[in-house]
């Protein structure tokens, strides 16, 4: 992929052309080496020059859970395999399935000749045996559709189905026999919706478009080249719900039913709104989303991207829609593996989706890993099987897999215990929260702060990126004014880079500002240990960055828990650390509280403070 590909071309406004001919600027046109340009012809050559990585192979083995296969022949599922393993991509997810008998066909064309690569959903029929050319006949349109529909499903589950698979046409074309669109929030679909969650299969659901496809189609509408080549994809005007009914309505069906799991296709066709799309999934667990179709969208705007995949990583699917070549497999593993600047989100001269190109967002690893192929396997079934065997067959695929699920929801056993032990104690009397890996596990609180109550949240094996993963879920139930923070080393262990750990540190800062106004954070440094010796460097790092960036939040003090532990030869002394060489002995617990305890109390004190300040400036 080069720069010069880059389709910055804008078209032919027809209007434009005509005034040109009589206004001033037609004269200027004579002028030598001048010539007015029609958009369409517009091809500008970026100067920008930064290093490009194009890459060709997911950095770990990834399931396409938005794929097409339904019109391709033989040779070309072939030779689309051959991309799938030139790519990584170990399992496609076929969204192509037809209800009925023809459903173990599709599956069996697929699997027959690549087994193990495909699983298959199954889409909803809203004819059944009616004729596809008289809307009367449909069975949509008849009592007790959705209980028949419903043991359909079941039929297609017997048959090896994964999912069911939901189109726009739900809310946007499927009408009534009065003529009025069916919104997606329709009750008689509610069986289908309690079926899919007792034969525990996703719902993938295609509800909208892009918002641009619901606004008018002129100067101001930031597609309106590719709606200018395709007036068809416009819901504008008519009958056509406004977007945010849209979105909104099928979001009801989302939190009706919690026990099923959802995943919302392109984004919930918010990925332009990650605000909003954030609030959506933090108000339903039962909600994930992929993003085919819409790397455009997530590439231009890179830190909010960034910070939402790693918000919600266990939330989010890959998935590409249609039969991707590896072109357009490229910029996918680009935008989430590097920090790649302004390049072309499709191999294709002309930009399909809005004049504009894209970033890379850097994931760290283990989001990676959840995104390409952990959230998959949890959500859709069969995968986990299918990824086993691509991996049984690829010693490569199957090291990269190794060491189990490292998506936040392995905690989640930890965080009932949380909730519970809430539930059980008086919240937080001390106002004092530890939070994280396991070196705040194994410390004693009692013992180092006798009497003071302090609250222990730490969670083994944590990383940062966990910390803010469940920064919520920990820290709301307790609301407290203080938080003592320690992550960072397990995050480094992981092969992140300092940069991106204390990106991750000051995103917990932020969540904790944004949910607990007043509350103090101490962040602790990364310690030096023995067993991570080979670290230090990227450890100093860390804490370089985590100092220098407390010096600008007043919210925040950095405290040196790495410098005590240090003997005269600047190494670790082995005394402050358990047999492991990792995790502290009682003798480094002592040197952390010597440090700790003071600044707790000084944050404390700080604290307070500004409760009574706020509450005296209360009119
Ligand atoms: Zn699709």
């Not at 032919?12 to 040109?20: E, N, P, R, T």
């Not at 995943?263 to 108000?283: C, K, N, Q, V, W």
């Not at 003997?567 to 502290?584: Q, T």
Request: glycine share 6%; with cysteine.
């Amino acid at each position: 992929m080069s720069h010069s590909l880059w389709p910055g071309l804008v078209v032919c406004l027809a209007l434009a052309a005509v005034a040109a001919e009589s206004s001033p600027a037609a004269a200027q046109e004579s002028a030598p080496g001048r010539r007015r340009l029609y958009l369409d012809e517009f091809r500008p050559q970026p100067a920008l020059r930064t290093r490009l990585h194009p890459l060709t192979r997911a950095r770990f083995p990834c399931v396409n859970v938005h794929f097409h296969p339904g019109k391709l022949t033989a040779a070309e599922l072939d030779e689309h395999v051959r991309v799938m393993d030139d790519a990584n991509i170990a399992v496609s997810v076929s969204l192509d399935g037809p209800v009925g008998t023809k459903f173990s066909e599709h599956l069996q064309t697929l699997t027959a000749r690549h087994p193990g690569r495909f699983v298959a959903f199954v889409r909803m029929d809203y004819i059944g045996d009616g004729s596809p050319d008289d809307p009367q006949s449909w069975d949509v349109h008849k009592p007790g559709f959705g209980a028949r529909m419903a043991d359909r499903l079941t039929e297609a589950v017997r048959q090896g189905a994964s999912g069911l698979k939901l189109l726009k046409d739900l809310g946007l074309s499927l009408r009534d026999l009065n003529g009025k669109l069916i919104p997606p929030d329709d009750p008689r679909f509610d069986p289908v919706w309690e079926r899919a969650a007792e034969l525990k299969i996703p719902v993938l659901w295609h509800c909208a478009d892009p918002r641009a496809f619901f606004e008018p189609i002129d100067e101001r509408n930031e597609r309106w080249e590719e709606l200018y080549r395709h007036p068809e994809w416009s819901f504008h005007g008519g009958d056509f719900p406004k977007f945010d009914d849209l979105v909104a309505a099928r979001m009801r069906v989302v939190g009706r039913h919690p026990e099923t799991t959802f995943i919302l296709a392109h984004f919930a066709d918010l990925p332009d709104d990650l605000e909003t799309l954030s609030r959506y999934l933090a108000r339903h667990p039962n909600a994930y989303v992929e993003f085919a179709g819409r790397i455009a969208e997530l590439g231009r705007q890179p830190f909010t991207a960034r910070e939402f995949l790693i918000r919600h990583q266990d939330r989010i699917l890959f998935g590409t829609d249609g039969v991707p070549p590896m072109s357009e497999l490229v910029p996918h593993f680009q935008m989430l593996e590097t920090r790649d600047e302004y390049f072309p989100y499709e191999d294709n001269p002309f930009p399909p989706q809005g004049l504009w190109n894209i970033y890379g967002v850097d994931l760290p690893t283990d989001v990676l890993r959840q995104v390409y192929y952990e959230n998959a396997a949890r959500v859709i079934p069969g995968v986990k099987q299918a990824l086993a065997d691509y991996a049984a067959s690829r010693p490569e695929a199957a090291s990269a897999m190794k060491g189990g699920d490292r998506s936040p929801a392995r905690w989640e056993a930890m965080m009932k215990k949380f909730d519970a032990a809430n539930a059980a104690e008086p919240p937080n009397a001390s106002g004092v929260v530890f939070v994280g890996s396991s070196s705040i596990v194994r410390w004693e609180l009692e013992k180092s702060f006798a009497g003071l109550g302090y609250i222990n949240r730490g969670f083994g094996g944590s990383q940062a990126s966990d910390a803010v993963h469940f920064a919520r879920r920990i820290l709301l139930p307790l609301r407290p004014a203080v938080i003592v923070f320690y992550e960072g080393d397990n995050d480094i262990a992981r092969g992140k880079s300092p940069e991106t750990v204390a990106a991750d540190f000051r995103q917990f800062v932020a969540i904790v500002h944004e949910e607990l106004p007043d509350a103090e954070l101490l962040l602790l440094s990364v310690k030096y240990s023995p067993s991570r010796a080979k670290s230090m460097l990227q450890h100093r790092a860390v804490n370089a960055l985590v100092e220098a960036y407390c010096e600008e939040d007043p919210q925040c003090r950095y405290v040196d828990v790495a410098t005590p532990l240090l003997g005269p030869d600047g190494l670790p002394e082995a005394r402050y650390f358990v047999k492991d060489m990792l995790h502290l002995s009682d003798a480094g617990y002592a040197e952390w509280a010597k440090v700790v305890g003071p600044a707790v109390s000084d944050a404390v004190a700080r604290a307070k403070q500004a409760t009574t300040t706020t509450s005296s400036e209360k009119p």
